[in-house]
T-cell receptor, first 109, second 114 residues
Framework: RKEVEQDPGPFNVPEGATVAFNCTYS??????FFWYRQDCRKEPKLLMS???SGNEDGRFTAQLNRASQYISLLIRDSKLSDSATYLC??????????FGAGTILRVKS | DAMVIQNPRYQVTQFGKPVTLSCSQT?????MYWYQQKSSQAPKLLFH???????NEADTPDNFQSRRPNTSFCFLDIRSPGLGDAAMYLC?????????????FGPGTRLTVL
């Protein structure tokens, strides 16, 4: 079983749509959680941290369910520029981050 | 601007010919990482330095070595590249002591093995 699992997609959505990505992780001792964004042939960049209480940053909302070991990302009012791969990332012991393989989002006009 | 720089951006080598990838940072972060990312896969941690302390992942092949001569620089040496080592190699940095380990990535070096 993979440590961090994501639906690879691709999710093809029209501009303005709302889209949700899910992620599950296997290590119940995981400490912190993040969503990173990776554009084609570029490096990953931090999109947002994920907190137990849920958090929002503009059009993006992240949720964490520790009991179910489940993380989600909701994107409202999708823009063409949101097209990218979204990586679910879990911080385990010390400095180690474990990355999911990513979910591809394609927003079309 | 403070940043993570990787050179070269593209590297072509021959099967079995040693290659060195470099990473430098101006963020003054004490932790540096090397990841391997193959197409449509997650970045896979090879090893990291916590200050001068080297931490190797258990499944990183012996073919991969690293050096960190000072805080700013870190090198990835592939002693005998095989076809399966063709990938994007990402360097990242972070600062220990923060509750959340945000890592800052360089643009990567794409390695081709002929």
């Amino acid at each position: 079983r993979k440590e961090v699992e994501q639906d690879p997609g691709p999710f093809n959505v029209p501009e303005g749509a709302t889209v949700a990505f899910n992620c599950t992780y296997s290590n119940s001792a995981s400490q912190s959680f993040f969503w990173y964004r990776q554009d084609c042939r570029k490096e990953p960049k931090l999109l947002m941290s994920v907190y137990s209480s849920g958090n929002e940053d503009g059009r993006f909302t992240a949720q964490l369910n520790r009991a179910s070991q489940y993380i989600s990302l909701l994107i409202r009012d999708s823009k063409l520029s949101d097209s990218a791969t979204y990586l679910c990332v879990v911080q385990e012991y010390g400095n180690k981050l474990v990355f999911g393989a990513g979910t591809i989002l394609r927003v079309k006009s | 601007d403070a940043m993570v720089i990787q050179n070269p951006r593209y590297q072509v080598t021959q099967f079995g010919k040693p290659v060195t990838l470099s990473c430098s940072q101006t963020l003054n972060h004490n932790v540096m990482y090397w990841y391997q990312q193959k197409s449509s896969q997650a970045p896979k941690l090879l090893f990291h330095y916590y200050d001068k302390d080297f931490n190797n992942e258990a499944d990183t092949p012996d073919n991969f070595q690293s050096r960190r001569p000072n805080t700013s620089f870190c090198f990835l040496d592939i002693r005998s590249p095989g076809l399966g080592d063709a990938a994007m190699y990402l360097c990242a940095t972070s600062r220990e002591g923060l509750e959340r380990n945000e890592q800052f990535f360089g643009p990567g070096t794409r390695l081709t093995v002929l």
